[in-house]
Nanobody
Framework: QVQFVESGGGLVQPGGSLRLSCAAT????????LAWYRRAPGRERDVVAF????????YANAVEGRLTISRDYANNNMIYLQMNDLKPEDTAVYYC?????????WGQGTQVTVSS
């Protein structure tokens, strides 16, 4: 049974930074693309960024240039999301999963709140 555990969220002022971490338990396989997703209040869960096994990345337009996804290749099950220049519209619960996501692999997420 695979599960992802997210951490690193919190309350930050606009323009601030956070670094989210994600660890997977269980065998996710060696060739999975991994991704960060978020669910803002009243909205569907959307992909924020994903990274392939080879290191190629892709970002949602709303976060391009501000958020950076990375992967720990020494530990296949760790991914990170460096979040800079945060905006109030980045407020959401952030999740990680494979890309595309598995319905059975969602964790509890980590809350990011951007507010002054």
């Amino acid at each position: 049974q695979v599960q992802f555990v997210e951490s690193g969220g919190g309350l930050v002022q606009p323009g601030g930074s956070l670094r989210l971490s994600c660890a997977a338990t269980g065998n996710i396989g060696s060739n999975q693309a991994l991704a960060w997703y978020r669910r803002a209040p009243g909205r569907e869960r959307d992909v924020v960024a994903f990274i392939t096994r080879g290191g190629s990345t892709s970002y949602a337009n709303a976060v391009e240039g501000r958020l950076t996804i990375s992967r720990d290749y020494a530990n296949n099950n760790m991914i990170y999301l460096q979040m800079n220049d945060l905006k109030p519209e980045d407020t959401a619960v952030y999740y990680c999963n494979r890309y595309p996501p598995s319905a059975n692999w969602w964790g509890q997420g980590t809350q990011v709140t951007v507010s002054s």
